[in-house]
C-alpha cells in the first residue's frame, strides 16, 4: 500500500496567516492526489483534486502543488472556518489512501 | 441539494453483524460511484469499499474482505454495507461517499458511527 506522511501534524496560526502542509508519498504517484478539509463534527469535503485542480465553489485562497512524492496545500490567508484537519488522498493505486492528517489550530 | 444520509449504525457485539444504508438524493445516483469511508475515533480517513456505477465492479480494502459487501440499489437511489463478523477494531464513524469517478470524494453523508464493543 502506498503511505501518505502529513507534515506537520498540527500547526498553530492566526487569522489572515498563510500555512503550508506537505504530504510525501511513499512512491511516485504522478498527480493523483487529493486534499479534504474536515471542520471538527463534520464529514470531509473535497477542495483539490489532481494535486492542484481546485473544486467548482473552493475559495481560491487554497492552493495545491507538486507531483511525484511531494505535494503541497497552501492557504494564503487562514479564515475563521479553516480551523479544521487536512487531509490528503492518493488514487493512483488500490487502495486509496490517505494521510494522517494535518491539524490546524487557533493561535 | 445533494444528501446521503447514513442509517444503520449502533452498538454491537464483537462477531456480530450489522447493515448500514445509505439515502441518496439531489443528484443522478445511478451515474455515481459510490464508496465507504471509515474513521475511527481520533484516528485518520480509511477507505473501506467502493462500487461501480451499475455495481459490476467492487473494491474492498483487505481488512474488510470477506467480512463485509458492499452494494447498491439504483431504483431506490441507496448504498449498503453488509458488515459480518465484526471485530473492535471496526469501530469508526462510516461516511456514505459518491463522485462520478472512483478515485475522489465528492458528496460526503453526515457519517454513522459503528461501536462494537462486549
Known amino acids: 500500500d502506498i503511505q501518505l506522511t502529513q507534515s506537520p501534524s498540527s500547526v498553530s496560526a492566526s487569522v489572515g496567516d498563510r500555512v503550508t502542509i506537505t504530504c510525501r508519498a511513499s512512491q511516485d504517484i504522478s498527480r493523483t492526489l487529493a486534499w479534504y478539509r474536515q471542520i471538527p463534527g463534520k464529514a470531509p469535503n473535497l477542495l483539490i483534486y489532481e494535486a492542484s485542480s481546485l473544486r467548482i465553489g473552493v475559495p481560491s485562497r487554497f492552493s495545491g502543488s507538486g507531483s511525484g512524492t511531494d505535494f503541497t496545500l497552501t492557504i494564503s490567508s487562514l479564515q475563521p472556518e479553516d480551523f479544521a484537519t487536512y487531509h490528503c488522498q492518493q488514487s493512483n493505486v488500490s487502495p486509496l489512501t490517505f494521510g494522517g492528517g494535518t491539524r490546524v489550530e487557533i493561535k | 441539494e445533494v444528501q446521503l444520509v447514513e442509517s444503520g449504525g449502533g452498538l454491537v457485539q464483537p462477531g456480530g453483524s450489522l447493515r448500514l444504508s445509505c439515502a441518496a438524493s439531489g443528484f443522478t445516483f445511478s451515474s455515481y460511484w459510490m464508496t465507504w469511508v471509515r474513521q475511527a475515533p481520533g484516528k485518520g480517513l480509511e477507505w473501506v469499499a467502493n462500487?461501480?456505477?451499475?455495481?459490476?465492479?467492487?473494491y474492498y480494502v483487505d481488512s474488510v474482505k470477506g467480512r463485509f459487501t458492499i452494494s447498491r440499489d439504483n431504483a431506490k437511489n441507496s448504498l449498503y454495507l453488509q458488515m459480518n463478523s465484526l471485530r473492535a477494531e471496526d469501530t469508526a464513524v462510516y461516511y456514505c461517499?459518491?463522485?462520478?469517478?472512483?478515485?475522489?470524494?465528492?458528496?460526503w453523508g453526515q457519517g454513522i458511527l459503528v461501536t462494537v464493543s462486549s
Open positions: 462500487i461501480m456505477q451499475d455495481g459490476s465492479e467492487k
Open positions: 461517499v459518491g463522485a462520478p469517478n472512483r478515485y475522489y470524494f465528492d458528496y
